[in-house]
């Protein structure tokens, strides 16, 4: 009854993404929910009996590449409440929408020469920024259509590689055990990410696909309790789907949840395996971002919350202003830099289910 319970849904997982598919055949079920022979090469890192068929196979779900980007005023497929995945590099501000990423999971973009994938995943609420250089050579990022703990499994058009997302490791192929070059990408609320960046440009909803953007395509799923695939660990300490900031220091994890933050800006200090860090977050302006202490020129600084100056959010005792980012922008320190924890946002039973002795704050 279990399986055929998980085939159902799966099925129904590919239903629900193949909805109005265009440029190019739709994909059709697959045969079973469990991996399937064809679907093996070589030896996982992962046991492969809880690893899963999605429902629309490999590249059923389309990753998108050479993006287009619009203006805020042009976006009107999006509400202040919507949730984006935001970055900053050289000047220049881009927001990923989970409205288009719910749909294509993936986005392989550049800046000039630096070649990074936007990895999403709808049904842990992950989203990572990938270096799609791997040892030198620059690849793109697919949606292999399998998942593992809830989580999507990327797949490189280069090695033909699987990889965990929440991992940050390809675990089968050619370059199994390879760790992902992950970068700092925040997420936030739509009108947040707009406040600080007024000039941010914002991936357009022209993907070549017809999709309804508009529509979330999985019902209730952000908000309730159920799950559509099995996980290996479960943990009732929070909801399932509560947001948390999870950080990694040397394979361990910690998680901060986005109900610790009020209104106002407001810091955590905290030391993590030997790891002295500064967390900041505002529930209101829905945002958590991890940093360690020492600043890259290798001074310990202590901070203290700034209110009302987005994007900055901190200042050392010095007087040094930091950003989001974890730039200095102002003051004795301006142009040194804070480390970024890695980190990512997620839903609390993905963390739980990766990382079974995960602390949580």
């Given at each position: 009854m279990k399986k055929q319970k998980i085939f159902l849904v799966a099925i129904l997982h590919m239903a629900l993404l193949n909805t109005s598919m265009s440029c190019?055949?739709?994909?059709?079920?697959?045969?079973?929910?469990?991996?399937?022979?064809?679907?093996?090469?070589?030896?996982?890192?992962?046991?492969?009996?809880?690893?899963?068929?999605?429902?629309?196979?490999?590249?059923?779900?389309?990753?998108?590449?050479?993006?287009?980007?619009t203006g805020p005023d042009e976006a009107l497929y999006m509400s202040d409440s919507d949730l984006v995945l935001g970055l900053v590099h050289n000047g220049i501000a881009r927001a990923f929408p989970h409205n288009i990423l719910d749909w294509h999971e993936i986005v392989n973009d550049s800046y000039g020469d630096l070649h990074l994938s936007v990895i999403y995943c709808?049904?842990?609420?992950?989203?990572?920024?990938?270096?799609?250089?791997?040892?030198?050579?620059?690849?793109?990022?697919?949606?292999?259509?399998?998942?593992?703990?809830?989580?999507?499994?990327?797949?490189?058009?280069e090695?033909?590689?699987?990889?965990?997302?929440?991992?940050?490791?390809?675990?089968?192929?050619?370059?199994?055990?390879?760790?992902?070059?992950?970068?700092?990408?925040?997420?936030?609320?739509?009108?947040?990410w707009k406040e600080m960046y007024p000039k941010t440009r914002v991936l357009s909803d022209n993907t070549g696909y017809n999709r309804d953007y508009d529509r979330y395509p999985y019902g209730d799923y952000r908000t309730s309790s159920s799950l559509f695939f099995p996980v290996s660990n479960e943990d009732n300490r929070l909801h399932r789907k509560e947001r948390v900031l999870g950080v990694l220091i040397d394979g361990n994890a910690k998680a901060f949840s986005i109900e610790e933050f009020g209104s106002s800006i407001s810091l955590i200090h905290d030391t993590f395996n030997e790891e002295n860090l500064v967390i900041a977050g505002s529930k209101e302006k829905n945002f958590i971002v991890a940093f360690k202490t020492e600043t890259e020129d290798g001074n310990t600084r202590d901070f203290t919350a700034v209110q009302n100056k987005l994007p900055v959010i901190m200042k050392d005792e010095e007087g040094t202003l930091y950003d989001l980012s974890g730039q200095a922008v102002d003051g004795p320190g301006k142009g040194n830099r804070l480390v970024p924890a890695t980190q990512f946002m997620g839903y609390w039973f993905a963390w739980a289910a990766f990382y079974p002795e995960i602390k949580l704050y």
């Open positions: 190019g055949k739709d994909s059709e079920p697959a045969n079973n929910n469990n991996l399937t022979t064809s679907r093996v090469s070589g030896e996982w890192l992962i046991p492969t009996n809880e690893v899963f068929e999605g429902g629309p196979g490999k590249d059923g779900i389309p990753a998108l590449s050479n993006p287009e980007f709808p049904l842990t609420g992950t989203g990572t920024l990938w270096n799609r250089n791997i040892n030198g050579n620059v690849t793109t990022f697919g949606v292999s259509g399998l998942l593992y703990n809830s989580n999507i499994i990327p797949y490189d058009r090695t033909d590689s699987n990889w965990s997302q929440i991992m940050l490791k390809a675990v089968n192929g050619k370059l199994k055990g390879e760790n992902a070059e992950d970068f700092f990408i925040l997420e936030t609320r739509w009108d947040t």
